[in-house]
């Protein structure tokens, strides 16, 4: 059996192929456990949550002492200039040069911004960061951040916290069926069995924050996420049967040609 | 249609008149489409604040907290409020700190101001709201401004709770560093707003009605608003707060609204409140908003009990302030005097509440915000 190939973000090479975030928690020791269950390597973290000031309130000490990949990401900017802005000081405070370009400019539904997105992609890609951009699922704009430079493209599956699942797999197909570079699907996933369908569907990877850290047990919930994620990449890799639509007519239609 | 003894009346996209009625009297039928349909509107907001919905207020408690969970996961932002000043020209018959009252005024100067910000960051708050009465010339336009660009060098996240002001001003505070601006229309019915608010500007129903909308327009990103429960029929207010927040989130689609929810006890300064809210109606009001905006932050002050606002704590409720105090300052020391604008229920301090929140599986978060959003 050949070696399961890698996840490659920007060159860098990662076994896991499921993302974590780390808001909504009960506490910073159950992220913790949570994100060790997970077995994730990239793990995102939003930048109005880092408080070096205050030990006790901030996410980002606590997952420097992990053995982990982390990615800034720039939640609360509503438009390029302020991404662009927090993308620089995430890489200063956590010394990575991933980031997580998330861009909603309405704090309710937290869709995001696709226009401002691809600004702050170009910019922050042309900077030298690995620019993972937090995205509506659009196979065009897909294209054009693959096009100035993003590692990895993230459409959404639904909206951050619905929990509603992969609403968009129509469009997140024709993404994948183009795209250069792995597709994640970030946001909306509730079940596991929905992070190894997106698996099966093709995705690089998938990122997970909500249905771990309000799941009744967070902990068994990342673990059953990184079950789910590698049996969908094993099944891909297995090769899916065909799916049949209708029964083989009984009575042929072709017998009439030589 | 409402209409005061000048002639103002509730704006229609405010005025809840139509669902009166079905908040009175909803049957078990309509709150049962509420609770199953996938997007509340505003009939079934109505639906939810019926006696039939109080009925079966543990089903609305469950699917508040698990809204509130999607959304804000299990965490519950941490403000603290700061009263720069109780100079105030307004005659509102409730509050403490009306002009017809006799205590002593005061203000903090720049040098307090400082003192004050400086005890509050060591306390460890990265969220603070700053607080004056009506516009007077010893607590103005400048006045606040300049107390907020000074805490914006000290606090991630800077908002005001003061008069209301222009689309200009507003546009200086937001240059200054302010994230959100509170105003709360105290009633929406200007038939008893009109009798409650005795002179001064704050008579002016319309100006302050449409002042979160001059707020959001300003490019200031979040607008709180709220109706001081007991002071006029809360199924009134209610409803017309839920069309005011629907309003503005359709109009000002980079903005935020948020939500909170004075209520007045009839312990307070000797002023009884005519249509006072009970816990359980509180809660449900509460309920009702989080099911029908669960995306909007809910806030809820130490105007109310310990026990109630451990009840409601990620049940609903996203946001609260601990550790007030409702005079002028009194952080840095305990100097301040002792009439505050309200009485603060929940007197714990940071530590003991936060232990609370952590004995109930939820993060107290102090900061959720940065100074590189302004």
């Not at chain 1, 060790?36 to 930048?47: E, F, H, N, R």
């Not at chain 1, 000081?89 to 400019?105: A, D, M």
């Not at chain 2, 609770?35 to 207020?57: K, N, R, T």
């Amino acid at each position: 059996m050949n070696p399961v190939e890698k996840l490659v973000l920007g060159g860098v090479e990662f076994d896991s192929r499921l993302l974590v975030g780390t808001g909504k928690f009960a506490s910073t020791d159950v992220m913790v456990k949570a994100i060790a269950a997970s077995g994730a390597q990239l793990v995102t973290v939003a930048l109005r949550r880092v408080n070096p000031e205050r030990p006790s309130d901030d996410l980002l000490g606590p997952l420097t002492k992990l053995n982990i990949t982390l990615v800034p990401n720039t939640s609360g900017a509503r438009n390029a200039a302020e991404a662009i802005r927090a993308a620089r000081l995430g890489r200063e405070l956590s010394g990575s040069r991933f980031v997580k370009v998330e861009i909603h400019p309405n704090p309710h539904h937290l869709m995001p911004d696709a226009i401002e997105t691809y600004e702050a992609s170009k910019v922050l890609a042309r900077e030298g960061f690995i620019v993972l951009p937090y995205m509506p699922a659009d196979p065009v704009l897909a294209k054009r951040l693959e096009e100035v430079g993003c590692a990895a493209v993230m459409p959404l599956g639904s909206a951050i916290g619905t929990g509603h699942g992969m609403t968009t797999a129509e469009m997140i197909r024709l993404i994948i069926a183009d795209s250069g570079v792995p597709v994640i699907v970030d946001a909306g996933l509730r079940a596991p069995s929905e992070a190894a369908a997106a698996m099966e569907m093709g995705c690089g990877a998938v990122l997970v924050n909500s249905a771990i850290a309000a799941a009744g047990d967070p902990v068994g919930m990342a673990n059953a996420f990184a079950e789910a994620v590698k049996a969908g990449l094993a099944a891909r890799r297995a090769g899916l049967m065909s799916r049949s639509t209708h029964a083989v007519a009984t009575s042929p239609l072709t017998t009439f040609l030589a | 249609m409402k209409r005061n003894e000048n002639s103002v009346t509730i704006p229609d996209d405010v005025d809840p008149g139509r669902w009166m009625d079905l908040a009175r009297s909803a049957s078990a039928d309509d709150v049962r489409r509420a609770l199953d349909c996938p997007m509340v509107g505003e009939a079934d907001f109505a639906a939810l604040l019926s006696p039939a919905a109080g009925g079966v207020l543990e089903e609305l408690a469950q699917r508040a907290r698990a809204r509130t969970q999607a959304h804000f996961g299990r965490t519950i932002a941490l403000y603290v409020p700061l009263y720069l000043s109780d100079y105030c020209s307004g005659g509102c018959t409730y509050c403490g700190f009306a002009s017809d009252r006799g205590q002593a005024r005061h203000r903090l100067e720049p040098d307090e101001i400082l003192r004050e910000f400086e005890a509050i960051a060591a306390m460890g708050f990265q969220e603070i709201l700053l607080l004056t009465g009506e516009r007077t010339p010893k607590a103005d336009y400048p006045y606040v401004r300049d107390a907020v660009a000074e805490a914006a060098r000290h606090f991630a996240a800077v908002t005001v709770e003061a008069f209301p002001m222009t689309t200009e001003e507003y546009r200086g505070l937001a240059a200054a560093g302010c994230v959100g601006v509170t105003l709360y229309q105290e009633t929406y019915d200007p038939v008893p707003y009109e009798r409650l608010h005795r002179w001064g500007p704050k008579r002016d129903y319309v100006q302050r009605l449409a002042a979160p909308a001059r707020v959001l327009e300003s490019g200031i990103r979040f607008a709180g608003l709220g109706a001081l429960l007991g002071i006029a029929d809360p199924i009134f207010d209610v409803l017309s707060l839920y069309r005011h927040a629907l309003q503005l989130r359709r109009r000002f689609w980079q903005s935020g609204v948020s939500i909170s929810f004075p209520r007045v006890c009839p312990q307070e300064g000797g002023y009884v409140p005519p249509h006072p809210v009970s816990d359980r109606f509180l809660a449900q009001i509460i309920f009702a908003f989080r099911i029908a905006m669960p995306d909007v932050p809910l806030s809820l002050s130490t105007r109310e009990q310990a026990a109630f606002r451990d009840g409601m704590a990620g049940v609903g409720i996203s946001k609260m302030s601990i550790a007030s105090r409702t005079t002028v300052g009194g952080y840095q020391a305990h100097n301040a005097s002792p009439d505050g604008q309200f009485h603060v229920s929940d007197d714990r301090d940071v530590a003991s509440f936060c232990a609370a929140l952590e004995a109930k599986g939820l993060e107290p978060v102090f900061k959720n915000w940065d100074k590189v959003f302004r």
